[in-house]
């Protein structure tokens, strides 16, 4: 694994890969270098046969704190033009493999964009989500705007947009935002169980899973099933549906090689 100055890369454990932002005196501000390293780490992590899943989380008391606001505070329109960051998201949204966020504390602004390009997010009791860019004059910029309408609803989307007011876990799970709830100290180890478990499953049946569920946000209902009907036929000329077949009538557990 390459060295991470911003993050920390763990080895792989049972088929799971953990980011751990890491940048405390800035409570975990995603600076372009911060999104640069967390970008590298998933090209490693697509590349490794080793890993089927990636788990992303920040410290006990925040997941990010957004945008380095003095880092973008120094760029003009030019310079956010030129800006890296969209490749970066670009990359982190086409990253195949599931990827789980695990949220305590606080995710604003660019930090909650983060958890939304995640495919699963669980929450501490102690987690609080919201878009506070309008307390700087500005909109977030790394995809709220329609992200968290569709995770969310329009009402309470533009109620965090439009006065920054945050919601906590237990809101945010009512609302569709993330998917489980835990104690604070649980969320870490919750998210790596869960990514173990998909982790244990077909990579190709989950990497067509996911981008199925994607396509939803992009497609009319026709093509979506449309999609799922062609993922489906391919899956039928996979080992690993033989494998899952047999294994269900053999009554053993199956051993997924990802053909
Ligand atoms: N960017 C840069 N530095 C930050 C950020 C941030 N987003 N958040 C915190 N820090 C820094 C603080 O400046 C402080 O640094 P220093 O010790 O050098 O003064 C250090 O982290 C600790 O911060 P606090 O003392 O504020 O820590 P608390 O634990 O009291 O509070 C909070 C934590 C609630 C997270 C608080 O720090 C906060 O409100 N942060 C900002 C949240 C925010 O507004 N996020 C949205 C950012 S905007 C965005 O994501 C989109 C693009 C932004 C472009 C801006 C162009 C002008």
């Known amino acids: 694994m390459a060295s991470h100055a911003e993050i920390i890369v763990e080895a792989p454990c049972s088929g799971v890969q953990l980011i751990r932002l890491n940048r405390p005196q800035a409570r975990n501000a995603l600076r372009t270098a911060l999104l640069g390293e967390i970008s590298r780490a998933?090209?490693?992590?697509?590349?490794?046969?080793?890993?089927?899943?990636?788990?992303?989380?920040?410290?006990?008391t925040v997941f990010a704190a957004g945008a380095d606001i003095k880092e973008m505070a120094a760029l003009d329109a030019v310079g956010l033009w030129q800006d890296d960051r969209p490749r970066h998201w670009a990359r982190i949204r086409a990253f195949p493999k599931p990827l789980i966020g695990a949220v305590n504390g606080f995710c604003l602004g660019a930090g909650i964009e983060l958890a939304m390009h995640c495919d699963i997010i669980i929450a501490g009791e102690n987690a609080r989500f919201g878009q506070p860019e309008i307390n700087l004059g500005i909109i977030p910029g790394a995809g709220g705007t329609q992200r968290l309408v569709r995770a969310v609803g329009k009402s309470l989307a533009m109620k965090m947009i439009l006065s920054g007011e945050f919601i906590d876990a237990r809101s945010a799970l009512t609302a569709g935002l993330v998917a489980e709830v835990t104690q604070p100290e649980l969320t870490l180890k919750r998210a790596l169980e869960l990514a173990a478990t998909i982790a244990g499953k077909s990579p190709i049946a989950l990497r067509l899973a996911k981008e199925a569920i994607l396509a939803a946000d992009e497609t009319p209902l026709s093509q979506g099933l449309e999609l799922e009907r062609k993922a489906f036929l391919f899956l039928a000329a996979s080992e690993d549906r033989q494998e899952g077949i047999n294994a269900f009538l053999e009554r053993r557990t199956p051993q997924f090689k990802g053909k």
Do not use: F, K, R, Y
């Not at 998933?42 to 989380?57: Q, Y």
């Open 42 to 60: 998933l090209d490693e992590a697509e590349a490794s046969t080793e890993v089927n899943a990636v788990v992303i989380c920040g410290s006990e």
